[in-house]
């Protein structure tokens, strides 16, 4: 995900670069599995402070169902604008200062938006963050009931024979979900009688 970015900053405002994107991004994170490349376009925009970069992308993650743990494939698109500033002046060469730069505060302090002496732009830790951001909270595997899920049925059974003094509480048609089940035995004491001191 890195532009070469020096004839862009040459150009006046307005000027624009476009990008077919089709990346494999293995390592970019320990915590996402991708399951298919990285895809979509990369709109970057010569601006008074720098360039614009504008993306609208999609990819395949493995993550778990929330329910039955098991892994699922989880397509997710996003769009994102992020503002990068030029570490460099690009015909001179000469680093820029601080005080030089007339875009928003914010930007100046973050290392993941600087476009660094060899005019290369990385966009992978604004995309990194924003797959995340994109990510579904609560993943679900392909069975809207739990009924119908093989897995959530394995995963109740484990639960069963973990805790088999309690499996008459589990037969009574209610559905335990596998990351409480250890709390059933708080229930369980809960249910005997308080003894007097
Ligand atoms: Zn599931």
Same mark, same amino acid.
């Given at each position: 995900?890195?532009?070469?970015?020096?004839?862009?900053?040459?150009?006046?405002?307005?000027?624009?670069?476009?990008?077919?994107?089709?990346?494999?991004?293995?390592?970019?994170?320990?915590?996402?599995? /991708?399951?298919?490349? !990285?895809?979509?376009?990369?709109?970057?925009?010569?601006? *008074?402070?720098? #360039?614009?970069?504008?993306?609208?992308?999609?990819?395949? !993650?493995?993550?778990?169902?929330?329910r039955?743990? =098991?892994? @699922?494939?989880? /397509?997710?698109?996003?769009?994102?604008?992020?503002?990068?500033?030029?570490?460099?002046? &690009?015909?001179?060469?000469?680093?820029?200062?601080?005080? =030089?730069?007339?875009?928003?505060?914010?930007?100046?302090?973050?290392?993941?938006?600087?476009?660094?002496?060899? *005019?290369?732009?990385?966009?992978?830790? #604004?995309?990194?963050?924003?797959?995340?951001?994109?990510?579904?909270?609560? %993943?679900?595997?392909?069975?809207?009931? /739990?009924?119908?899920? %093989?897995?959530?049925? &394995?995963?109740?059974?484990?639960?069963?024979? @973990?805790?088999?003094?309690?499996?008459?509480?589990?037969?009574?048609?209610?559905?335990i979900d596998p990351r409480w089940?250890?709390?059933?035995?708080?229930?369980?004491?809960?249910? =005997? /009688?308080?003894?007097?001191?």
């Amino acid at each position: 995900m890195e532009f070469n970015v020096a004839q862009l900053l040459k150009q006046p405002i307005g000027a624009t670069r476009e990008y077919e994107l089709n990346e494999e991004i293995e390592g970019l994170d320990p915590g996402l599995i /991708p399951v298919s490349p !990285l895809t979509g376009l990369v709109k970057l925009l010569r601006t *008074h402070s720098g #360039v614009l970069v504008i993306g609208d992308l999609s990819i395949s !993650l493995e993550v778990s169902c929330n329910r039955c743990l =098991e892994p @699922v494939e989880t /397509p997710v698109s996003f769009h994102f604008e992020e503002s990068f500033r030029p570490l460099t002046d &690009v015909e001179t060469g000469r680093f820029l200062m601080p005080q =030089e730069f007339k875009g928003q505060q914010e930007e100046l302090s973050d290392a993941a938006l600087i476009i660094d002496d060899h *005019h290369i732009l990385d966009a992978s830790e #604004v995309v990194r963050q924003n797959i995340w951001l994109a990510l579904p909270m609560y %993943p679900g595997c392909m069975f809207e009931d /739990p009924a119908n899920c %093989p897995y959530f049925a &394995v995963r109740l059974q484990e639960i069963k024979e @973990v805790h088999s003094d309690l499996v008459e509480e589990t037969v009574d048609g209610e559905v335990i979900d596998p990351r409480w089940a250890a709390l059933l035995a708080l229930k369980q004491d809960d249910a =005997e /009688p308080k003894r007097k001191r």
